[in-house]
T-cell receptor
Framework: KAGVTQTPRYLIKTRGQQVTLSCSPISGHRSVSWYQQTPGQGLQFLFEYFSETQRNKGNFPGRFSGRQFSNSRSEMNVSTLELGDSALYLC?????????FGPGTRLTVL | GDSVTQMEGPVTLSEEACLTINCTYTATGYPSLFWYVQYPGEGLQLLLKATKADDKGSNKGFEATYRKETTSFHLEKGSVQVSDSAVYFC?????????FGTGTSLTVIP
């Protein structure tokens, strides 16, 4: 099976803009989670979607949102970008109690 | 709530040295435990896992034993290689959520 794919791999935006990141899970996986990884804060959980419904949510402001489609692909959106949003955004698909990560999208906010 | 506490890094070792990265956890239920590895520029890869007390996970010469009495899951390798240089994350899965440690950076020098 193909692994988790994320697009784009790299993105540069300016403050105030909005961005949409995409994640395609492993075929057959219905759960997709998103994480933000920064050198200072480590790996922080954003949210998890399962069968198009948000199942869990981390402690992030409402500027961070996501959705999942009927084919289990997921998108996350960040509006009104801030410099502190610069990070590696990781997506993971899940089967039972095991997560499989994509390569991440490196977002730089200038 | 559930949490994972991981040994602070960075850790620098000479090739063929022994490695131990400490990980302890707090959980209300009966979690599964994981070690993930992240190579530069990549997402997280599952290194090994253990799903119940006294289980030993192993892969690529790395081992970790699920110790319920000490709530620990320390990562060990008898002889590290330069190619083991990466960041290592301890994680637990309880019910529907994953919790990650802060990561330990390992550099192995020839």
């Amino acid at each position: 099976k193909a692994g988790v794919t994320q697009t784009p791999r790299y993105l540069i935006k300016t403050r105030g803009q909005q961005v949409t990141l995409s994640c395609s899970p492993i075929s057959g996986h219905r759960s997709v989670s998103w994480y933000q990884q920064t050198p200072g804060q480590g790996l922080q959980f954003l949210f998890e979607y399962f069968s198009e419904t948000q199942r869990n949510k981390g402690n992030f402001p409402g500027r961070f949102s996501g959705r999942q489609f009927s084919n289990s692909r997921s998108e996350m959106n960040v509006s009104t970008l801030e410099l502190g949003d610069s990070a590696l955004y990781l997506c993971a698909s899940r089967e039972y109690n095991e997560q499989f990560f994509g390569p991440g999208t490196r977002l730089t906010v200038l | 709530g559930d949490s994972v506490t991981q040994m602070e890094g960075p850790v620098t070792l000479s090739e063929e040295a022994c490695l131990t990265i400490n990980c302890t956890y707090t959980a209300t239920g009966y979690p599964s435990l994981f070690w993930y590895v992240q190579y530069p520029g990549e997402g997280l890869q599952l290194l090994l896992k253990a799903t119940k007390a006294d289980d030993k996970g192993s892969n690529k010469g790395f081992e970790a034993t699920y110790r319920k009495e000490t709530t620990s899951f320390h990562l060990e390798k008898g002889s590290v290689q330069v190619s083991d240089s990466a960041v290592y994350f301890c994680a637990l899965s309880d019910l529907n959520q994953f919790y990650f440690g802060t990561g330990t950076s390992l550099t192995v020098i020839p």
